[in-house]
């Protein structure tokens, strides 16, 4: 069965600083990965995906994150932190590709960013 | 207006009550998702419809039911409230083509007393 585990449940960085959020899966079979981010009081909207094209794949508002199959991680970057970017970012897996949709999460990980 | 709304964003109840929280959408999706968020523990799903015939449990269904009123409405309810269900509640929305893209409501705040 697939799952996702995101490392370090809260991450704090200066405004300026290099954002790397770490998110590690397990997939007996060629994952769709995913990373939402879930800004106070609003729902998840998607930053990026990746499903089997590009292994760098880039997402909205500067973040890019890329596929390693060797290290079956999927990790979030940003170059530069900007305040806006505290949120709580969810890393998720496609149950399975080509089937049913039915993502599983992992725990989340809150981005603080310092002024 | 947001795609994918739902009522009520806050509700505060007692055990044993029940609890009925909706969904909407205005994409034409025909998939739609419940899901619960805890902290620390992400977001689990509790039941998925493909379309109005078509409705699964997920992970997490005990205590929980839903109906899936038309393609735009998308019910859960809680027979009978208790504690350990105050949590966050999500509605998410897919469609056919790129059925791995959910879209999310802005999530109902449920707590049980």
């Known amino acids: 069965a697939q799952s996702v585990t995101q490392l370090g449940s809260h991450v704090s960085v200066s405004e300026g600083a290099l954002v790397l959020l770490r998110c590690n899966y397990s997939s007996s079979v060629p994952p769709y990965l995913f990373w939402y981010v879930q800004y106070p009081n609003q729902g998840l909207q998607l930053l990026l995906k990746?499903?089997?094209?590009?292994?760098l794949v880039k997402g909205i508002n500067g973040f890019e994150a890329e596929f390693k199959k060797s290290e079956t991680s999927f990790h979030l970057t940003k170059p530069s932190a900007h305040m806006s970017d505290a949120a709580e970012y969810f890393c998720a897996v496609s149950e399975s590709p080509g089937n049913t949709g039915k993502l599983i999460f992992g725990q989340g990980t809150t981005l603080q960013v310092k002024p | 207006d947001a795609d994918v709304t739902q009522t009520p964003r806050n509700r505060i109840t007692k055990t044993g009550k029940r609890i009925m929280l909706e969904c909407s959408q205005t994409?034409?999706?025909?998939?739609m998702y419940w899901y619960r968020q805890d902290p620390g523990l992400g977001l689990r799903l509790i039941y998925y419809s493909f379309d109005v015939k078509d409705i699964n449990k997920g992970e997490i269904s005990d205590g929980y039911s839903v109906s899936r009123q038309a393609q735009a409405k998308f019910s859960l309810s809680l027979e009978s409230a208790i504690p350990n269900q105050t949590a966050l509640y999500f509605c998410?929305?897919?469609?056919?083509?790129?059925?791995?893209?959910?879209?999310f409501g802005p999530g109902t705040r449920l707590t049980v007393l």
């Open positions: 998410a929305t897919s469609g056919d083509r790129d059925y791995n893209e959910q879209f």
């Open positions: 994409k034409g999706h025909d998939r």
């Open positions: 990746y499903t089997s094209a590009a292994t």
